[in-house]
């Protein structure tokens, strides 16, 4: 395989560079699917905010945090029962999958977490607008309406949003030893249309694995490029709606979370996702018709199957068993996976 790198990309001036940005955009997705972002307006208060949000989140007591467990469509919180197909076994991790839609009872209390609601949809709304910038690009590239996947992804006021922002907090390994087939996130493709990650500095882990095909193709190839935690700059990525939607050009690639080296800083990672997904009635289909149609609901059922995050009550039977990994106990040699 050709060595492949992800490029960090400004978007200064983001009007008047427009084409030469959606060329770098459409260089680094059709290659490594990765990509950094810089210069995208975001201010770095508001990064550092929507950590100190997660933390406080994250910092609930388990039972707290089950009122609103993972309902097996994609909200909600979970712990530990992530199972990857690729690794078998569950990440050791915890979750909380925040949507603009159909969140009855999955929002945290106003007792348990004051204002958690409003700053979470403030971030995510902030978010989204980013992102539009980056999907007119790959749209306009595409030879498709600038809009496409604005419509296909941005509510217009109907509650058919399947758009998603994960916090995700990975535990302070301090002292532990773990088995080598575990990881903090096995490696996966994404099933989102556009990702866009955010990692503190120092909270390392992050790999790509350049050099997938096509959507449908598991195969791994063995090269991993780390992506450094840098403050302010944005990790995006190309998930398998839009490398199904772009008949393959652009590449939803692998990539995973490993683990510290036990010379290595032990301590806590948090991260924060923002998957921007097709609504549910909205058709995938590439202009080339290379793969059937199916609708964006139906690609996420599919995925969540496969992640085996698609059955409530396992999820959440694995979320509160205090056998398998926690910040304060030992994990066994290997972990049992949830049925789903
Ligand atoms: O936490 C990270 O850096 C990666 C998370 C990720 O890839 C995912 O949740 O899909
Ligand atoms: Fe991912």
Known sequence: MTAMNVPCISLRDFDDRRLEITSELMKASSQAGFFTIKDHGIPLEQIRAAFALSESFFALPDHIKAKTSHNGKNMGWEKNAQIR???GTADLK?????????????????????????QA?????????LSIKIMECFADALGLPADTFTEATVDPGVGDSQTACRLLHYYDLGGKTYDPDQWRCGAHADF?????????????????CPGREV?????????????????????????????????????STF??????????KQGPRYSIAFFNQARSNTIIQGPDRKYPPITGQDFILNAMRRDKLGNAKDVKAASLNSNIATESGVPPARLVPVVG
């Open 85 to 87: 197909p690729s690794t």
């Open 94 to 118: 915890e979750s909380m999958v925040l949507q603009f839609a159909r969140m009855e009872g999955m929002w945290p209390c106003e007792d348990d977490l004051p204002g958690f609601r409003q």
């Open 121 to 129: 949809e403030a971030f995510m709304f902030a978010m989204q607008r």
């Open 192 to 208: 989102s249309l556009l990702g866009l990650l955010f990692q503190r500095p120092g909270e390392f882990g992050l790999e790509v």
């Open 215 to 251: 959507v449908g193709d598991h195969g791994l190839g063995n090269v991993w490029i780390p992506i450094e935690a840098k403050e302010g700059h944005i990790v995006c990525n190309i998930g398998d709606q839009l490398m199904r939607w772009s008949d393959d050009r652009l590449k």
């Open 255 to 264: 990539h995973r979370v490993r683990l510290p080296r036990p010379d290595e």
